[in-house]
């Protein structure tokens, strides 16, 4: 069993930046992939980034490619996503994910899941 919680959400006005950070614990943790997803109201979850544990591969949406940087700390278990230049666009519910499988890109990769962190950009 893998426990994950997000942090560093809030607001922030558009053009501006929050980093967001997942923890991880668990009695082994080895995960294949790491990913960020977000929700917005009435939409469904969509991939933002991943980043392949073990060989620090990392993938982003278009919507987001040049403006949030993902990376992580495999000593301490944690994955993070800076996120630049912030759009209105960008508000949502932001988890993190950790997967077994491709496509990375996928809801149905992941098996663990955070709470969410909530992330609005005002304009």
């Known amino acids: 069993q893998v426990q994950l919680v997000e942090s560093g959400g809030g607001l922030v006005q558009a053009g501006g930046s929050l980093r967001l950070s997942c923890a991880a614990s668990?009695?082994?943790?080895?995960?294949?992939?790491m990913g960020w997803f977000r929700q917005a109201p009435g939409k469904e979850r969509e991939f933002v980034s991943a980043?392949?544990?073990?060989?620090?591969?990392?993938y982003y949406a278009g919507s987001v490619k040049g403006r949030f940087t993902i990376s992580r700390d495999n000593a301490k278990n944690t994955v993070a996503l800076q996120m630049d230049s912030l759009k209105p666009e960008d508000t949502a519910v932001y988890y993190c994910?950790?997967?077994?499988?491709?496509?990375?890109?996928?809801?149905?990769?992941?098996?663990?899941w955070g709470q969410g962190t909530q992330v609005t950009v005002s304009s």
């Open positions: 980043i392949i544990w073990s060989g620090g591969s990392t």
């Open positions: 994910a950790v997967g077994e499988t491709f496509p990375v890109v996928n809801v149905r990769s992941y098996r663990y």
């Open positions: 668990g009695r082994t943790f080895s995960p294949f992939v």
